[in-house]
C-alpha cells in the first residue's frame, strides 16, 4: 500500500540529519531565507490568522490511522481527511488523498460523498474526463439520499455539463434539481445557472427541448415554462415593445414559475428600457439653404428606417422636422 504520511526516520538518524541539513545551510548561506524587515511603525498591522475549525495535528491523526487501517476503514478515513483539507482549501492536498482512495471499498452514502468530493475537485481542477468518471459512476445513487446532497451532486453534474458545452444535458440536469432545492438563496442561484444554459442552446437544440417528452410532469411544466420565456428573450431586442408585452403575458400564464421569482436579469429590464423610449423627437437640419442636400439626405435615411421600425411592430412615435437654417 502507497505511503501518504511523511517518512518517518529514528530518532538517532533524525539528529544525524538535522545536524547534517544544519551544516549544509550554514556552508550555503546564500540560500538562507532573509529576514523580514520589521513593519514601520505607521504601517496597519496585519490581522492574526484565525485558526482553522480542526486541527492540523487532528487530521494528520486520521492519516495515521488510515496508513494503519485496511479497507473499508481506510477509506472512509482518508475520506475525512480529504473533507478537511478540502475545507481548509488545500486543493492540491485533497487530490493527492482521494487518489490514494480505493473507491469500490465504500458503499452507499460514502460512495455519493466521495463522487461529491473528487467531483468538485475535479471540476475545479478542470479535469473534465476524471469528474465525469466519479460524477457518473454507475454505482453511485441517488435512492435514498437526502434531498440536499441529490441537490449537490445534481448541480455538479449540471456544471460539468456547461463547462464540456452540453447545455442541454446541463438543462434537464437542472430540471431535476430543483425540486430539491429547500432555500431562496439556492432557488436563486440554480435560476441564474439554468439561465445560462438556456441562453447556450443552439437553435435546433432549443427546438429538440421544445419538443421533449418526459416522463415526470412536474419536470416537462417547469422545462415549459423555462422555454416560454427563453423564447421571448430570442425574438431579439429589436422589438422592444412586443418582448415587454409577451413578458407579462408569460407572467400572467406561468405565476408560480421559478422564473417568475427569480427573474432573469436581462428579461427585468425589457419593462425599464421600454419605459426609456421616447415618444416625441425632433430632428433638427438644415433643409434648406447650401446644406440642404446633407440635411435631406440625413432626414431620408432616419425615416427610412424608422418606416420599417414601423412595418416590424415597432411603436409609434412623434416626430418634428426643424429647419435650423430658417432658424438663423
Not at 440554480?190 to 427546438?207: G, P, V
Request: aromatic share 6%; with cysteine.
Amino acid at each position: 500500500m502507497p505511503r501518504i504520511l511523511p517518512l518517518h526516520l529514528p530518532a538517532r538518524c533524525r539528529a544525524a540529519f538535522v545536524m547534517v541539513a544544519a551544516l549544509w545551510l550554514v556552508a550555503g548561506c546564500g540560500l538562507l531565507p532573509q529576514a523580514r524587515p520589521l513593519p514601520a511603525a505607521d504601517e496597519p498591522a496585519r490581522a492574526v490568522d484565525t485558526a482553522p475549525a480542526v486541527s492540523q495535528d487532528d487530521t494528520y491523526a486520521l492519516l495515521q490511522q488510515a496508513e494503519k487501517a485496511a479497507s473499508p476503514q481506510r477509506e472512509q478515513l482518508l475520506l475525512q481527511v480529504a473533507r478537511q483539507y478540502r475545507d481548509r482549501g488545500d486543493d492540491k492536498r485533497v487530490g493527492r488523498v482521494l487518489r490514494e482512495m480505493d473507491a469500490r471499498a465504500l458503499q452507499g452514502a460514502e460512495r455519493m460523498d466521495y463522487s461529491l468530493l473528487y467531483g468538485e475537485w475535479a471540476l475545479g481542477q478542470r479535469q473534465y474526463p476524471l469528474a465525469a468518471s466519479v460524477l457518473f459512476d454507475p454505482q453511485v445513487s441517488a435512492e435514498g439520499r437526502e434531498p440536499g446532497v441529490v441537490a449537490q451532486w445534481r448541480d455538479l453534474r449540471a456544471r460539468l455539463h456547461d463547462a464540456e458545452q452540453r447545455p442541454v444535458d446541463a438543462v434537464l440536469e437542472r430540471l431535476a434539481q430543483f425540486p430539491l432545492l429547500r432555500d431562496e438563496p439556492a432557488q436563486r442561484e440554480a435560476s441564474e445557472a439554468m439561465w445560462r444554459s438556456l441562453s447556450q442552446l443552439r437553435e435546433d437544440e432549443f427546438l429538440f427541448l421544445e419538443n421533449a417528452e418526459l416522463d415526470n410532469t412536474s419536470q416537462l411544466q417547469l422545462l415549459q415554462g423555462w422555454l416560454a420565456l427563453a423564447r421571448i428573450q430570442r425574438q431579439g431586442m429589436q422589438d422592444v415593445e412586443r418582448q415587454s408585452n409577451g413578458l407579462r403575458d408569460w407572467q400572467r400564464s406561468w405565476p408560480y414559475h421559478p422564473a417568475n421569482r427569480f427573474m432573469p436579469v436581462d428579461m427585468k429590464l425589457l419593462n425599464t428600457m421600454l419605459d426609456g423610449q421616447p415618444r416625441h423627437i425632433a430632428l433638427l437640419l438644415p433643409l434648406t439653404g447650401k446644406h440642404a442636400a446633407a440635411g435631406r439626405a440625413v432626414r431620408d435615411g432616419f425615416l427610412s428606417g424608422y418606416y420599417r421600425a414601423l412595418a416590424g411592430g415597432a411603436p409609434a412615435i412623434r416626430i418634428d422636422m426643424i429647419d435650423t437654417h430658417a432658424a438663423d
